[in-house]
């Protein structure tokens, strides 16, 4: 199948904000130039731009053709990036997007992103654009953990893994796998380790074990039936099974495994995806038709929150502010108090959302709400009663995820 990639013109997407203050950096280093050691800043990579604030922006795709677009959530200001052919998934790892085609995995860097020091961040821009093409069976999930990414292939039952270094660099090259057997599985970096899937006699994942750099088995499996997502905190990586959660944590290089059960007297259906905002130890899930799954990994509890209606997607804000926010079937938006359980906010938003499926993203300040059907982005105050703050115009939502964090 054909596909073009339209060039991508970003100067307006690139604020020259001044670098936040390191030694001896006065001024930034010209683009493309190696700065000495002991005047770089944390996470620097040559040509990038380092900013005073995060360079946050919303990516956009659409689902039939491909079409994507960045906005920039600081100036506003929108540019074309690329198009890709009809797309079925779209995973996110830090700066760069994995956009799953008919022909393939597309690795798109955004152009921006966040790197951790100690107390502190450091923020970074670069002109975006598309890497390449990882050449991969039928490639599914992706995982990474800042240093290397592992894109697992369904039908062979392997995880390509590719250094960060090389995508920053423009490179796609692949420096080793981790093997299991074919099935819908995931390999997650985690520390100098992997946490791979493995397939139970149904082809369905039920386990999780670790392995090493050598495709080594340092932890056996864990039981977790029925697999279906997972999600990294402070606290360890989670997987969501149909009996609860399975948590795997890291101690000076040893491994544990820790079941996290529902409730005795739980009723409603499994979360089979967990969302959060990202750094938080809480995490989300729409509960059937009945309400939302939230899992406090710090405290390893779950708890039902009823909804009045059904939810399609949810996520769980976590920290000092105390919130689970959906979208509903009806097309409200709500804040749970995940204490309680009480809806503290419902407010109209979306129409006919039954024929779409809203994305729902969230970070320090915001959340974000897609209408695929109206081809409109919504920013939620979720502090202020679930106030709109903006809304954008985009040429598709069929996809949403928030870039630079």
Same mark, same amino acid.
């Given at each position: 199948?054909?596909?073009?990639?339209?060039?991508?013109?970003?100067?307006g997407?690139?604020?020259?904000?001044?670098?936040?203050?390191?030694?001896?950096?006065?001024?930034?280093?010209?683009?493309?130039?190696?700065?000495?050691?002991?005047t770089?800043?944390?996470?620097?990579?040559?040509?990038?731009?380092e900013?005073?604030?995060?360079?946050t922006?919303?990516?956009?795709l659409?689902?039939?053709?491909?079409?994507a677009?960045?906005l920039?959530?600081?100036?506003e200001?929108?540019?074309?990036?690329?198009?890709?052919?009809p797309?079925?998934?779209?995973?996110q790892?830090?700066?760069?997007?994995?956009?799953?085609?008919?022909?393939?995995?597309?690795?798109?860097?955004?152009?921006?992103?966040?790197?951790?020091?100690g107390?502190?961040d450091?923020?970074?821009?670069?002109?975006?654009?598309?890497?390449?093409?990882?050449?991969?069976?039928?490639?599914?999930?992706?995982?990474g953990?800042?240093s290397?990414?592992a894109?697992?292939?369904?039908?062979?039952?392997?995880a390509?893994?590719?250094l960060?270094?090389?995508?920053d660099?423009?490179?796609?090259?692949?420096t080793g796998?981790?093997?299991?057997?074919?099935?819908?599985?995931?390999?997650v970096?985690?520390?100098d380790?992997?946490?791979?899937?493995?397939?139970?006699?149904?082809?369905i994942p039920?386990?999780?074990?670790?392995?090493?750099?050598?495709?080594?088995?340092?932890l056996?499996?864990?039981?977790?039936?029925?697999?279906s997502?997972?999600?990294?905190?402070?606290?360890?990586?989670?997987?969501?099974?149909?009996?609860?959660?399975?948590l795997?944590t890291?101690?000076?290089?040893?491994?544990?495994? /820790?079941?996290?059960?529902?409730?005795?007297? $739980? *009723? #409603?259906?499994?979360?089979d +995806?967990l969302?959060?905002?990202?750094? @938080?130890?809480?995490?989300?899930?729409?509960?059937?038709d009945?309400?939302?799954?939230?899992?406090?990994v710090?405290?390893?509890?779950?708890?039902?929150? /009823?909804?009045?209606?059904p939810?399609?997607? $949810? *996520? #769980?804000?976590?920290?000092? +502010?105390?919130r689970?926010?959906?979208? @509903?079937?009806?097309?409200?938006?709500?804040?749970?108090?995940?204490?309680?359980?009480?809806?503290?906010?419902?407010?109209?938003?979306?129409?006919?959302?039954e024929?779409?499926?809203?994305?729902?993203?969230?970070?320090?300040s915001?959340?974000?709400?897609?209408?695929?059907?109206?081809?409109t982005?919504?920013?939620?105050?979720?502090a202020d009663?679930l106030?709109?703050?903006?809304?954008?115009?985009?040429?598709?939502?069929?996809?949403?995820?928030?870039?630079?964090?």
């Open positions: 199948m054909h596909r073009t990639k339209t060039p991508l013109l970003l100067l997407l690139l604020p020259l904000l001044a670098a936040c203050a390191t030694p001896d950096a006065g001024t930034q280093p010209d683009a493309g130039s190696q700065t000495p050691a002991e770089a800043p944390h996470g620097y990579i040559a040509g990038a731009q900013n005073s604030e995060p360079q922006g919303l990516l956009t659409d689902r039939e053709t491909g079409e677009q960045l920039s959530l600081l100036t200001e929108t540019v074309d990036a690329g198009t890709f052919g797309v079925s998934t779209v995973h790892d830090g700066r760069y997007t994995f956009i799953t085609t008919d022909d393939g995995m597309d690795v798109f860097d955004t152009g921006a992103w966040t790197v951790a020091h107390d502190h450091h923020y970074y821009s670069a002109e975006p654009g598309v890497v390449g093409t990882l050449e991969l069976e039928d490639p599914g999930a992706v995982a953990n800042g290397v990414i894109v697992f292939s369904d039908s062979e039952g392997y390509s893994l590719y960060r270094e090389d995508l660099a423009g490179r796609i090259v692949e796998r981790i093997t299991t057997s074919p099935h819908r599985g995931v390999a970096p985690f520390e380790f992997f946490l791979v899937s493995v397939a139970g006699a149904d082809g039920d386990g999780v074990e670790v392995r090493n750099l050598d495709d080594q088995t340092v056996p499996k864990a039981r977790c039936p029925g697999l997502a997972h999600a990294q905190t402070r606290a360890g990586v989670v997987f969501s099974c149909t009996d609860g959660a399975l795997i890291e101690d000076d290089g040893a491994f544990a495994a /820790e079941h996290i059960p529902y409730p005795a007297d $739980a *009723s #409603a259906e499994p979360a +995806t969302n959060h905002r990202p750094g @938080s130890n809480e995490l989300a899930g729409p509960a059937g009945t309400g939302v799954w939230h899992l406090d710090s405290e390893r509890v779950w708890t039902f929150l /009823e909804t009045p209606v939810v399609v997607a $949810a *996520s #769980a804000v976590g920290g000092d +502010t105390q689970v926010l959906a979208v @509903s079937t009806d097309g409200s938006l709500l804040s749970l108090n995940p204490e309680s359980g009480a809806v503290l906010n419902q407010v109209p938003l979306l129409e006919h959302v024929d779409s499926v809203p994305q729902l993203r969230i970070d320090t915001r959340a974000y709400v897609s209408d695929p059907n109206g081809s982005v919504y920013e939620i105050d979720y009663g106030r709109v703050a903006r809304s954008f115009d985009v040429p598709s939502a069929d996809f949403l995820l928030e870039t630079g964090l």
